[in-house]
C-alpha cells in the first residue's frame, strides 16, 4: 500500500544515511588511493565491511529498528546497553520513566523474545514508599496444570464466547500498519486469545489469519454506516454474522481522549481504509463524539438488543472511559427499566490509550482505571446485576501483577493496546501520530512498515500473552487460589503511611448486593446518594 503523492523511487531517510555514509567513505577511499597513502586499503576494508553489515540488517527479520536503519540503528542498542551504567550513576533509576518504564519496556521484550525474565539482587522498588502495593501469598500454594484462564461471556445467549483473561486492546488499522495488524492477530490466533479491532472496523487483513475478533463500533459506524454516516443494519449484519468476529463492542468512550471526536484526513483516507471504514476515499474521515443512534439511555438499551438480534445472538457490550456519574448511572437505571444487560462492559482508564489526544485530554480529562472501574463494579453490584454482566478494563496492564490487581478491583480480564505494541518491537519513541515510527508499528509509510515482519513479531505476540499468563498462573497459585477470578480486594495490600498498611478492600467504597434497589442510601458511598437519585433512565444529564 503505498502513501498518496509517493514517488516510487522514495528512498527511507534511514537508507539514505547508510548509503550516503557509504558514498562518503568511498569517495574519500579513491582520495586516499590517488594520493598514495598506507592507509586506503584500510578505508576500503571498512566500506566493504559497512557494505555487509548494511546487507546483513536489511535481511535479517528480528529487528525492525536495523530494517529500517541499517548500520546507524546498532548505536540505539549500543546504548541501549550501555545506558543501564549511565542512568544508575548520572540520571534516573530503571522505575522512573514515563508512560513506561525501562523496566517495564524490558519485561515485555523479553517475554516476547522468549527470553529469562528473571531478575537477581532484589526489587528496585522502594517498598516503604507511600502507594506501594503487594499481593499476599498463602501458607500452602495451590499447583494448577494450566495458565489458559478463560471465562465465558454471553452465556446464555446463542453464540457465546470463551474468552481469555488477557487479550488485545482496541487498535484500529490505519493507526496500526497492515504489518502490525497481520502480526497481532496471528498472534491472537497462535494462542487463542481476542484481537479488538478497534473502531477502524474489520479491514482484509484482520482475516487473513483468522483470529478471534471482537469488532469496536464507534460513533462513526465505520463498517456498518450509510452514505450520511449513520447506521445501516444490513451492513452491520453482514460484518457481524462472519464467524471471525466472537463479540461486538460499542465505544462511548476511550481513555486516551474521553468525551473528544476525531478526524483522519483525506490525504489518509487511502484506499484500503476506505474499504474497510467504508467512506470515500481521499475525504476527511470523522469520528463525532456522540453517537447518532441512540441519545438516551434507554434507547441505547434498544441499540445493544437490535446489535445482538443482528449478530445472530454473539455477545454485545459497551466500552467506556468513566465521566460524570451520573450518566453511567442512567445507564443502569436503563437497564433495570427495560430489563436489557449487555453481556459485557469494558473500563477503560484515563491513563490509558494509543491514541494521540490534546495534552488537556491525555493528561486531565477521565477518571483513572481504578476510580472507573471500582464505580462500574460497586454500581453493578448495589442493582443486582453484576452476575449477568462480565467486567473487562485497560490502562497501563504490561504484568501478571497489574493484571491480578485490576482482577481484585472487580474486573474479569484485562486488555493491553502498548503493551501488545511493544511485543510487536515498540521502543517507545512516541512519534505514533506523525507517521514516522521507526520500527513500523504505527505508520502507514510502505517503506517503514517492511521493517515490521510479520511472522517473527506474530510469535513474540503470542509469546508475550502466553508467559505473562504463565506468571499469572505463579502469582495464582501463590495465593492459595484456583484461578485469578478468585482474587479480590482484600488479597492486595497498600502501604499508606511509613507505618500502616491497608488492604485495598477497606480502602475503596464497597457496596453490598441490591443497596441501591432500595429507597435507603444511607450508609454508602457519597457518589450514590448524590447523584444516583438524580440520574434518569429517559436522558443522560442529570
Not at 540503528?73 to 551504567?85: D, N, Q
Not at 518504564?101 to 527470553?115: E, I, N, P, T
Not at 452491520?236 to 478526524?263: C, T, W, Y
Amino acid at each position: 500500500m503505498k502513501q498518496e503523492g509517493a514517488p516510487p523511487w522514495r528512498l527511507h531517510p534511514g537508507w539514505t544515511a547508510w548509503l550516503l555514509c557509504l558514498l562518503g567513505l568511498l569517495v574519500c577511499g579513491i582520495w586516499l588511493m590517488r594520493e598514495g597513502a598506507g592507509s586506503a586499503r584500510f578505508g576500503m576494508v571498512v566500506f566493504a565491511v559497512l557494505v555487509a553489515i548494511g546487507i546483513r540488517d536489511l535481511r535479517q527479520p528480528q529487528r525492525a529498528v536495523l530494517r529500517n536503519y541499517p548500520v546507524i540503528g546498532h548505536l540505539r542498542f549500543f546504548m541501549e546497553y550501555i545506558r543501564p551504567e549511565i542512568r544508575q550513576y548520572f540520571i534516573e533509576s530503571d522505575t522512573e520513566a514515563a508512560p513506561f518504564s525501562r523496566a517495564q519496556r524490558s519485561l515485555v521484550y523479553q517475554r516476547a523474545k522468549g527470553a529469562p525474565d528473571n531478575r537477581p539482587f532484589g526489587t528496585q522498588i522502594d517498598v516503604m514508599r507511600q502507594g506501594y502495593e503487594w499481593i499476599n501469598h498463602s501458607m500452602f500454594p495451590t499447583t494448577l496444570t494450566s495458565s489458559d484462564f478463560r471465562l465465558t461471556i454471553g452465556a446464555g445467549r446463542p453464540q457465546p464466547y470463551s474468552a481469555s483473561v488477557f487479550n488485545i486492546s482496541a487498535m484500529s488499522f490505519g493507526s496500526l500498519s497492515s504489518h502490525a495488524i497481520l502480526a497481532l492477530n496471528q498472534g491472537a490466533k497462535m494462542g487463542g486469545f481476542a484481537h479488538d479491532t478497534g473502531e477502524g472496523s474489520i479491514s482484509r487483513h484482520h482475516r487473513v489469519h483468522g483470529g478471534d475478533l471482537i469488532w469496536e463500533i464507534g460513533s462513526g459506524y465505520f463498517g456498518c454506516r450509510d452514505a450520511q454516516g449513520h447506521f445501516d443494519p444490513v451492513r452491520f449484519a453482514e460484518n457481524a454474522r462472519d464467524p471471525q468476529v466472537k463479540m461486538i463492542e460499542i465505544k462511548l468512550s476511550q481513555g486516551a481522549k474521553p468525551g473528544h471526536g476525531g478526524i483522519l484526513p483525506g490525504a489518509k483516507v487511502t484506499p484500503e481504509i476506505a474499504q474497510a471504514r467504508g467512506v470515500p476515499e481521499g475525504v476527511d474521515c470523522i469520528s463525532p463524539s456522540a453517537h447518532s443512534a441512540f441519545r438516551t439511555p434507554l434507547e441505547m438499551m434498544a441499540f445493544i438488543e437490535q446489535l445482538r438480534e443482528l449478530s445472530g445472538g454473539k455477545p454485545v457490550g459497551f466500552k467506556l472511559c468513566v465521566g460524570h456519574p451520573w450518566e453511567w448511572f442512567g445507564i443502569v437505571k436503563a437497564m433495570l427499566h427495560t430489563g436489557i444487560t449487555p453481556d459485557f462492559i469494558v473500563v477503560d482508564g484515563a491513563e490509558g490509550g494509543t491514541g494521540a489526544a490534546p495534552v488537556e485530554f491525555t493528561d486531565h480529562v477521565g477518571s483513572p482505571v481504578q476510580e472507573g472501574l471500582r464505580l462500574v463494579h460497586n454500581t453493578l453490584v448495589g442493582a443486582g446485576l453484576r452476575e449477568k454482566i462480565q467486567l473487562g478494563c485497560a490502562g497501563k496492564v504490561v504484568s501478571a501483577f497489574d493484571i491480578a490487581r485490576l482482577m481484585a478491583l472487580g474486573a474479569d480480564w484485562c486488555n493491553a493496546a502498548r503493551g501488545f505494541m511493544m511485543a510487536l518491537g515498540c521502543i517507545q519513541a512516541q512519534t505514533c501520530h506523525t507517521g514516522t515510527c521507526p520500527t513500523g508499528v504505527t505508520t502507514q509509510d510502505p517503506l517503514r512498515e517492511r521493517a515490521l515482519v510479520v511472522p517473527d513479531k506474530a510469535h513474540r505476540v503470542h509469546n508475550f500473552h502466553h508467559h505473562t499468563l504463565h506468571a499469572l498462573q505463579e502469582l495464582v497459585q501463590a495465593a492459595g487460589l484456583q484461578h485469578p477470578g478468585e482474587i479480590n480486594a482484600h488479597h492486595v495490600m497498600r502501604r499508606v503511611t511509613d507505618t500502616e498498611v491497608r488492604s485495598l478492600a477497606d480502602l475503596l467504597p464497597q457496596v453490598k448486593t441490591g443497596a441501591l434497589l432500595g429507597g435507603d442510601l444511607d450508609g454508602l458511598p457519597e457518589i450514590f446518594r448524590a447523584h444516583w437519585p438524580t440520574a434518569r433512565a429517559e436522558r443522560f444529564a442529570a
